[in-house]
């Protein structure tokens, strides 16, 4: 079986893991900050955008493309893939914008935590 839509959902996530990576490797880089936060809130903000990219996106791909392996529907594959990549995308840019918009941080985690129940939905469909 060849898989065409999880690597699509993965390439895309993995993108942007390494901008947010980027973002606190450049910004550890100007500060000198070795290591930890230094009580910056400037770079824990982006620590903890990255760091819940890494908490929340793999289990999401992981059930996409076990889903994707049972045969599940392209359509119901790319909604929940579309729903996690603009949750995730919409999380990060809640995470970087000055001042803080809690607005895209709110429905950016309840887009994530409404795919992953959904890919999760949809593997148990599949085993029925």
């Known amino acids: 079986m060849t898989l065409v839509v999880t690597p699509i959902y993965a390439i895309l996530l993995t993108l942007l893991f390494l901008v947010l990576a980027a973002r606190v490797i450049i910004e550890r880089r100007s500060n000198k900050f070795a ?3 230094n009580d910056s809130n400037r770079i824990e903000a982006k620590i903890r955008a ?3 990219w890494a908490e929340y996106t793999p289990i999401a791909l992981l ?3 076990m889903a994707e392996l049972q045969g599940t529907a392209a359509l119901w594959l790319h909604l929940t893939g579309i729903i996690l990549l603009i949750g995730r995308v919409a999380h990060g840019y809640g995470m970087s914008v000055k001042p803080k918009d809690f ?3 709110f429905y950016g985690m309840m887009l994530t935590v409404t795919a992953i129940p959904l890919a999760m939905i949809l593997n148990l469909v599949a085993l029925l």
């Open 50 to 52: 990255h760091a819940n």
């Open 63 to 65: 059930l996409l493309l």
């Open 103 to 105: 607005r895209f941080r």
């Open 35 to 37: 290591y930890g936060n």
